[in-house]
């Protein structure tokens, strides 16, 4: 969707009172509140629409139906985190979450209703229905609309589309601006903050199957990593099990609210699988799902299995999920009546930078909300519709901290270690940037998934570490996507590597089980340190 908003910066010298990459959930909730107190300036690197969050299906969870509590939303969410989440930080999710929700039908929200009340869903490791929807399966992109809308009322808020922002300027350890592709030159220019929000989203476009639409490429971390912050967890990826299975086309996702409502998985075989892996079958955590198919699809040779929707009634699956029918249709799979192929693929990022419950990084200037930031919220592995709802509530605390100039307490040291430059630069080698990424990418995906082990994870690292970064002299969106990939990827082959367990959606052949400890560890690295745990 192409728009033209009306205020544009165009001097690099004129200053903001705040920076906010990234128009999405977290980065529009954020602006608002931000607004308060000055000049905020929000960068997209594409159309303003586009960002996972536009594309957000299943919906957004809160304890806000009658037979709910937050005690129970906080119970499932601490038990799919599989011991890793900050139990601080999920406390802060569940009991202002209903409140940011209440905020939101203000500004002009609308969630689908059961006459006049706010209508539920049930997604996987959830003990209650607590999700709510918009259109069905539109849910995200109502939320956008809801929030640009708002922020539309707001002078202060400039919005500014197709600018990519390349690099965090720090001075005397301070983020004190943005370094910023001029689309029209192609050179580079900037513009100074007092404060910066990376709300740049995931990193989907790391991995060669991805439901995420193609701005993830995990800019935001590698901006941070490169400026000096200590980012975390780095290795729990979360896959989602059922995206679209047809050769040549996206990986379009099919909700997991569609088996929260009856549908079913089986394999090639048309026998209903999961039953013999968990006991909720198909609503057990994503991360169980996910591996489940892996091992049918491993025996029965296949390249995916069904989700199977014929039992549902077809009138309430159309009127439910008009998008997903939709889009289903154009591959000429009629989800009502037809099998529906489907294999898992990479959805969502645990990891990023490491920030304290206010959102503030370990670099003074620099905050981080939604996807980009790791605050420990989801643990190993995420239950489904906490993010849009970790988007809201996050963007606004990190709001309300740079306003405050809030200074968190340290963050773990780093080990100093000289040689732990993880992305080569030794012996740059005359690598086609498209060439490293796609190769990159198939790496990732085949070694660093969802079944990993020692061997596999070694050859990642060690490859991945050849590459050369792109020059970026003359840079080109392209080139920049393809040195944030080129860094990030190492990063989760390295700290996957490190972590000798499995846990959550961090699953080790060669260590199948969890390491028991009353404080399981987070995993850290950052420019100038090998992974270490605390
Ligand atoms: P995003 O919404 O991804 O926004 C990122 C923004 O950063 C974009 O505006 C982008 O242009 C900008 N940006 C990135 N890099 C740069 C750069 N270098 N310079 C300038 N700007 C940049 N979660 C749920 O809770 N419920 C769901 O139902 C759900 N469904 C999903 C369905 C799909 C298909 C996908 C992909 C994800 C889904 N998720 C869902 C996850 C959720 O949508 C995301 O985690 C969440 O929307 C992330 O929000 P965000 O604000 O952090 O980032
Ligand atoms: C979905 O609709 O299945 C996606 C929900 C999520 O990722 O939380």
């Known amino acids: ?196 929000l990376l709300a740049t989203g995931g990193l989907g476009h790391v991995y060669k199957e991805t439901t995420n639409p193609s701005v993830a490429c995990g800019d935001g971390m590698a901006m941070g990593y490169r400026a000096g912050a200590l980012l975390s967890d780095m290795e729990f990826v979360q896959f989602h099990p059922t995206a679209l299975f047809v050769k040549g086309a996206p990986r379009f996702l099919l909700s997991e609210a569609l088996r929260g409502e009856g549908a079913q998985l089986r394999n090639l075989l048309l026998e209903r699988f999961m039953p013999r892996y968990h006991e909720a079958a198909e609503l057990a955590p994503r991360d169980v799902v996910a591996r489940a198919i892996i091992m049918e699809i491993q025996r029965t040779r296949a390249e995916f299995v069904y989700l199977d929707l014929t039992a549902m009634d077809p009138e309430h699956v159309k009127k439910r999920f008009p998008r997903i029918f939709a889009t289903c249709m154009k591959y000429n799979i009629d989800i009502t009546a037809d099998l ?81 430059e993880c992305t080569a630069t030794a012996t740059p080698q005359p690598t086609d940037p498209q060439k490293a990424v796609d190769e990159a990418r198939s790496i ?27 020059d970026t002299s003359t840079p080109s969106r ?5 040195r944030n990939i080129l860094t990030v990827a190492p990063l989760i082959a390295r700290c996957a590597l490190a972590r000798e367990e499995s846990r959550g959606a961090h699953y080790r052949s060669d260590f199948p089980l969890k390491k028991e400890s009353k404080h399981p560890q987070h995993s850290y690295i950052s420019k100038n340190s090998l992974p270490f745990f605390e």
């Open 1 to 196: 969707m192409a728009m033209m908003e009306p205020s544009m910066v165009t001097r690099k010298d004129s200053g903001v009172d705040f920076i906010v990459l990234g128009g999405g959930i977290a980065g529009m909730r954020a602006a608002i509140e931000l607004a308060k107190g000055g000049r905020v300036l929000v960068l997209t690197k594409d159309d303003l629409y586009e960002s996972s969050t536009e594309y957000a299906q299943g919906g957004i969870a809160a304890a806000l139906s009658e037979d709910d509590e937050v005690t129970l939303h906080l119970h499932d969410t601490l038990i799919a985190g599989d011991g890793l989440c900050r139990e601080e930080a999920v406390r802060v999710l569940v009991e202002e979450g209903p409140q940011q929700i209440h905020q939101l039908i203000d500004w002009g929200m609308h969630f689908d209703q059961n006459g006049t009340k706010l209508a539920f869903t049930r997604e996987g490791a959830h003990s209650r229905s607590r999700i709510l929807h918009a259109h069905g399966d539109s849910t995200g992109s109502e939320i956008l609309r809801a929030l640009m809308a708002k922020a539309r009322t707001i002078s202060s808020i400039q919005l500014q589309p197709h600018t990519f922002a390349t690099d965090l300027m720090v001075e005397n350890g301070r983020v004190c601006g943005v370094h910023y592709l001029d689309d029209k030159t192609s050179s580079s220019r900037y513009i100074p903050a007092g404060a910066v």
């Open 340 to 420: 529906v192929p489907i294999r898992p693929a990479a959805h969502y990022s645990m990891g990023g930078v490491a920030t304290d419950l206010q959102g503030a990084t370990s670099l003074p200037g620099l905050f981080a909300a939604g996807e980009v930031a790791s605050t420990g919220v989801h643990g190993a592995n995420r239950l489904a519709s906490n993010s849009l709802l970790e988007g809201l509530v996050f963007g606004a605390r990190s709001a309300t901290a740079m306003l405050k100039k809030h200074v968190p307490l340290p963050f773990p040291s780093p080990k100093p270690n000289p040689r732990a």
């Open 444 to 470: 990732l995906w085949q070694k660093v998934a969802i079944i990993r082990d020692g061997k596999n994870l070694s050859e990642a690292v060690k490859r991945l570490g050849e590459f050369a970064l792109p």
């Open 478 to 482: 392209q080139t920049l996507e393809a």
